[in-house]
C-alpha cells in the first residue's frame, strides 16, 4: 500500500459508482452463466439423443418428498426443480427489480419508462403474432411461451461484443430482461394458474404479514425469514398458483434500507483501531466483543437486497438455471412430431414480435415524452437489442412445460431453441455493425 492510500486520500465515489458496480458485477456473472448455461443445453440435447436418454426420463421422474402422519407432499425431481428450487431464479430476479427500482437504473422515472415500454412490447406483440398462427387452435393457450426473455443468455451475448456495446445498452437490457422476467411471472401466475383455494391464499397473506411485521421488529435471521418463506411457498402451492411467485413476492419484500450507516461503521472501526497491538484479541474480553461489533457492522452496511443478491447470484448463475436447463431441454429429435403452424407461431413470436415489440414500444414512448433514449443508443441498436430479447430459452420453458401437454411439447421445445439461436445470432449481427462506435450512435 502507498503513503496516499494509507492517508486515506483515495477518491471519494460518486453515487454513480454505487449504481454501475452492483451492475458490473451482476453482468459479469450473468455473462459467465450464459456459456455454463449453453455448454449444459448442449450437453442435455446430445444425451438426450443417445441411449442415455431412458435413464433420464427415469431419473427426472423419480418421486421425492416427505410426509407428517397422514399429510404427503410429493413431487417428481422435475416438478420440485421447476416448482421448488426455480422459486430462487424469481426471488433473485425481484431482488434485482427492487434495487434497480431503489438503488439504481430503474430510479429515474424517465429512463425507467424506456426499459418498461420496451419490456412490455417484447411481451405483447409477440403474444399477438402467436395468437394470429393460433387462434381458435388447440394450441391458444400457449401465448405465454413467446412473451419470455432469458437475461443469461442475453447479456452472455452481449459480452461476446465486448467494448462494441455501449453501458447504455447493457443497463437497458438487463433492465429489460429483468421487467421481462417479472411479467411472466404475472402470466404464469394469472395465465396458467388452477382453481383457486381462497383459505390458502389467506394463509399466504398471513404469511406475507408475518415477514412484514418480523422486518419491522429489527429481527435480522435468515433461519426464520427463510421458515416464513417456506410457509407462504406451501401455502401458495395449494392456493392454484404457481408456487414460484414466492420469490417475487418475498424478493419484492426485501428492505433496501441499510442498518448501518457508513458513519457508524467508521466510528465503530475506529473503536477497534484504538486498542493497542497485542494477544488479547481472544476470549470474552471487551476488545473481542468490539471485534464482533465492527464484523457485524461490516456485513450491515449492505442492504440486505444487496447483501442476498450477492450470495445468491452465483448460485442462481452456476446451478439453479443449469440444472433447470438439464431438466427441462432434452428433445428427442427423431420423435419429435411436427406441427408448422405451432412451430410457426413460437418461432415468429420470437423473431418478429420481439425485435418489432420492442422498438414500436420504445419509440413510441420517446416520441411522447414518457421515457427518454440516452445519446449512445441508436434506433438500429435498440433493434439490435430487440431481435436479442428474443432469446427465449429459460423462462419459454419454463411456461411452456405449463402451458402445452406432452404431444406438443417436444415440438414447442424445438421451435424455442431455434428460435433463441435466430435470434442471437441476427441480434449480434446488427449490434456488431451498428455498434462499431457507440458513443457517436445518435438519432
Not at 431503489?102 to 409477440?126: D, N
Request: net charge negative; aromatic share 12%; charged share 15%.
Amino acid at each position: 500500500m502507498t503513503p496516499l492510500e494509507e492517508k486515506g486520500t483515495r477518491l471519494p465515489k460518486e453515487y454513480i459508482d454505487w449504481i454501475v458496480a452492483p451492475i458490473t458485477r451482476f453482468i459479469k456473472v450473468e455473462a459467465a452463466a450464459g456459456v455454463i448455461l449453453f455448454l449444459v443445453t448442449a450437453l442435455t440435447l446430445v444425451l438426450s439423443n443417445t441411449s442415455f436418454n431412458h435413464f433420464l426420463i427415469e431419473f427426472w421422474e423419480t418421486p421425492a418428498g416427505f410426509q407428517f402422519g397422514t399429510f404427503s407432499f410429493s413431487r417428481t425431481l422435475h416438478g420440485w426443480i421447476n416448482d421448488a428450487v426455480m422459486t430462487l431464479f424469481f426471488f433473485l430476479i425481484a431482488l434485482e427489480l427492487k434495487r434497480e427500482l431503489v438503488l439504481g437504473e430503474l430510479k429515474s422515472p424517465r429512463l425507467a419508462m424506456l426499459s418498461v415500454s420496451a419490456a412490455l412490447g417484447g411481451m405483447i406483440v409477440p403474444a399477438l403474432v402467436y395468437l394470429v398462427f393460433q387462434y381458435g387452435e388447440v394450441a391458444q393457450g400457449g401465448w405465454g411461451t413467446v412473451m419470455a426473455s432469458d437475461t443469461a443468455f442475453i447479456i452472455g451475448c452481449l459480452a461476446l461484443l465486448g467494448r462494441k456495446i455501449s453501458k447504455s445498452l447493457r443497463v437497458f437490457m438487463l433492465s429489460l430482461a429483468v421487467v421481462d422476467d417479472i411479467g411472466a411471472i404475472l402470466v404464469v401466475a394469472i395465465g396458467y394458474g388452477s382453481e383457486l383455494n381462497w383459505f390458502a391464499i389467506g394463509l399466504a397473506l398471513i404469511g406475507v404479514l408475518l415477514v412484514q411485521v418480523v422486518a419491522f421488529l429489527g429481527i435480522r435471521s435468515i433461519l426464520l425469514f427463510m421458515l416464513i418463506g417456506a410457509f407462504i411457498w406451501l401455502a401458495i402451492d395449494h392456493s392454484g398458483v404457481h408456487p414460484t411467485v414466492t420469490g417475487v413476492i418475498l424478493g419484492l419484500l426485501t428492505p433496501t434500507k441499510r442498518w448501518v450507516s457508513d458513519e457508524r461503521l467508521h466510528t465503530i472501526m475506529d473503536s477497534i483501531v484504538a486498542y493497542a497491538p497485542g494477544d488479547h484479541w481472544s476470549g470474552d474480553t471487551p476488545d473481542r466483543q468490539a471485534l464482533r461489533t465492527a464484523e457485524a457492522a461490516a456485513r450491515e452496511t449492505l442492504s440486505p437486497v444487496e447483501r442476498l443478491e450477492m450470495i445468491l447470484h452465483p448460485w442462481v448463475g452456476f446451478v439453479v438455471m443449469p440444472l433447470f436447463a438439464f431438466a427441462n431441454a432434452g428433445v428427442v429429435f427423431s420423435e419429435v412430431q411436427l406441427d408448422y403452424s405451432l412451430n410457426m407461431a413460437v418461432v415468429a413470436g420470437f423473431i418478429l414480435g420481439k425485435p418489432v415489440g420492442v422498438l414500436l414500444f420504445s419509440w413510441v414512448a420517446v416520441k411522447t415524452k414518457l421515457a427518454i433514449k440516452p445519446v449512445s443508443m441508436s434506433w438500429p441498436v435498440i433493434t439490435g437489442g430487440g431481435l436479442l430479447a428474443g432469446i427465449g430459452f429459460t423462462m419459454a420453458l419454463f411456461i411452456a412445460n405449463l402451458a402445452f401437454d406432452a404431444e406438443q411439447l417436444d415440438t414447442v421445445k424445438l421451435s424455442i431453441l431455434f428460435a433463441s439461436v435466430l435470434s442471437a445470432i441476427t441480434g449480434c449481427a446488427v449490434l456488431w455493425f451498428f455498434s462499431k462506435n457507440p458513443d457517436t450512435n445518435n438519432v
